[in-house]
């Protein structure tokens, strides 16, 4: 946290490149993961359709069609 904040504060770009990689050698050696991005799945539905039910996994939403209905 030091070198980030010390890193935000820093213009003097050869100063910035050393703090920089001293940051990336911490992570390489301390963070068991380091999540990149999270993406949000968004599911949309005529507000008509009964039987809908989201899917237990991330793979798709159609893995129930057979009791999805259009109520009138």
């Not at 999270?38 to 991330?58: K, R, Y």
């Given at each position: 946290?030091k070198i980030l904040e010390e ?44 039987g809908f039910e989201p899917s237990?996994t991330n793979i798709t939403n ?11």
């Amino acid at each position: 946290d030091k070198i980030l904040e010390e890193l935000d504060k820093t213009v003097d770009v050869n100063k910035r490149k050393e703090l920089v990689q001293q940051a990336q050698e911490i992570f390489m050696t301390d963070i068991p993961e380091l999540v990149l991005f999270n993406s949000v799945g968004l599911t949309a539905m005529d507000e008509g359709l009964e039987g809908f039910e989201p899917s237990p996994t991330n793979i798709t939403n159609f893995w129930n069609t057979a009791a999805w209905y259009l109520k009138k």
